[in-house]
């Protein structure tokens, strides 16, 4: 697959099939976000996978959506600050580094044929005790992993004219 379609191909699920996900399916789409690229290769990601059918719903007080609780595998992002690296400036880049991660991930799940959705809205402080997190990790994103059973329905994306802009910024 071309990776303009696998791009094309990738959507946000919110039904998911209960057949159960296999292991390997697994394993090969956390290696896919293992090989994402991070500031100064300092690699800041943690990933905390649950499948268990006891350990999910813990996650209603960090995300009470009955679709996301019910996914078969959900995987909690999250970036160790201790690793993530600054600029100069101050600026810190661990949250960045997590993103390219699962987006690889994400990515690496639609050409296994599974349905992610990006979780970004959820309860911090929750997300932080439920995964037992430590100070210095902090939970970043959050997505279900399974078989979808929506599909996209006319993805809709802005023209290249309103987003790329050569040399300077012009409006």
């Known amino acids: 697959m071309k990776f303009l379609q696998l791009a094309q191909k990738r959507f946000s699920t919110r039904k998911f099939s209960s057949k159960p996900l296999e292991q390997e399916k697994i394993i090969k789409i ?14 800041p990601w943690i990933f905390i996978v649950l499948r268990d059918d006891s350990s999910k719903p813990k996650l209603k007080s960090v995300y009470n959506r009955e679709w ?8 909690a992002a999250c ?11 101050g600026k810190e880049f661990g949250d ?7 987006d690889h991930l994400t990515l ?7 349905g992610t959705c990006w979780i970004g809205s959820f309860e911090f402080d929750e ?11 902090d939970p970043v994103a ?3 992993l399974g078989y979808p059973q929506d599909s996209v329905t ?6 290249m004219q309103e987003i790329v802009f050569w040399e300077k910024f012009s409006r």
């Open 79 to 89: 970036c160790d600050r201790k690793k993530s690296w600054k600029r100069k400036d």
């Open 108 to 114: 690496a799940a639609a050409e296994e044929g599974l």
């Open 96 to 102: 960045i580094d997590v993103a390219l991660a699962m």
């Open 154 to 159: 006319g993805k809709m994306r802005k023209d």
């Open 142 to 144: 959050f997505t279900p």
């Open 127 to 137: 997300a932080k005790r439920v995964l037992a997190l430590p100070e210095h990790i």
């Open 30 to 43: 956390l290696e896919v976000a293992r090989w994402a690229p991070s500031a100064c290769n300092n690699q």
């Open 68 to 75: 996301f609780l019910n996914a078969p595998v959900i995987i």
